[in-house]
């Protein structure tokens, strides 16, 4: 099993739509958690933490759920340039600073 | 928010030779700083974690010998390829850790071995 899981996509959707993406991750200890951008051919950039309690910023909202080791995104009003992959990433602090990453979901915005 | 910066941006060599990546915290100290590759339509891969002053820690796979990395000072760490090989075409990440345990990364290397 993958220590985090995402699915793939990709999410076609039309500009405005809400999308969600999920993440799964199997370290129970893991105490970090972020969700990450990362453009076609440029470096990941961070999007935003998430925190027990969830967090919200403009359209993006995370959310985490510890006891089924779940974590999402969700996007409203998608925009033409939300379309970029979205990388789950989790801290599972055994390792000291060293990040996980999931595989990516690609989101594609349409007009 | 914290800036990292790498260079140079995109090299091409030939196979045989070995080619020099640094990578660089503009605005914090980083103690530690990670090297990761991706190959296209891939997630980034972890390579190795890069501690100042000690000797760089690699993960599984990754050849010591031949990605040879040195995290000199704080704000500074280099990775070299060594007898680079067509195989080795990737692009190189790095990052670094921020006060809140944010990874910040730099805006990679894109490697190309003829």
């Known amino acids: 099993r993958k220590e985090v899981e995402q699915d793939p996509g990709p999410f076609n959707v039309p500009e405005g739509a809400t999308v969600a993406f999920n993440c799964t991750y199997s370290n129970s200890a893991s105490q970090s958690f972020f969700w990450y951008r990362q453009d076609c051919r440029k470096e990941p950039k961070l999007l935003m933490s998430?925190?027990?309690s969830g967090n919200e910023d403009g359209r993006f909202t995370a959310q985490l759920n510890r006891a089924s080791q779940y974590i999402s995104l969700l996007i409203r009003d998608s925009k033409l340039s939300d379309s970029a992959t979205y990388l789950c990433?989790?801290?599972?602090?055994?390792?000291?600073?060293?990040?996980?990453f999931g595989a990516g979901t690609i989101l594609r915005v349409k007009s | 928010g914290a800036v990292v910066s790498q260079h140079p941006s995109r090299v091409i060599c030939k196979s045989g030779t070995s080619v020099k990546i640094e990578c660089r915290s503009l605005d914090f100290q980083a103690t530690t700083m990670f090297w990761y590759r991706q190959f296209p339509k891939q997630s980034l891969m972890l390579m190795a974690t890069?501690?100042?002053?000690?000797?760089?820690?690699?993960e599984q796979g990754v050849e010591k010998d031949k990605f040879l990395i040195n995290h000199a000072s704080l704000t500074l760490s280099t990775l070299t390829v060594t007898s680079a090989h067509p195989e080795d075409s990737s692009f190189y990440i790095c990052?670094?850790?921020?006060?809140?345990?944010?990874?910040?990364f730099g805006p990679g290397t894109r490697l190309t071995v003829t």
């Open positions: 990052s670094a850790t921020g006060r809140n345990n944010e990874q910040y």
């Open positions: 990433v989790v801290n599972p602090m055994e390792y000291g600073n060293k990040l996980v």
């Open positions: 998430v925190y027990s």
């Open positions: 890069s501690n100042e002053g000690s000797k760089a820690t690699y």
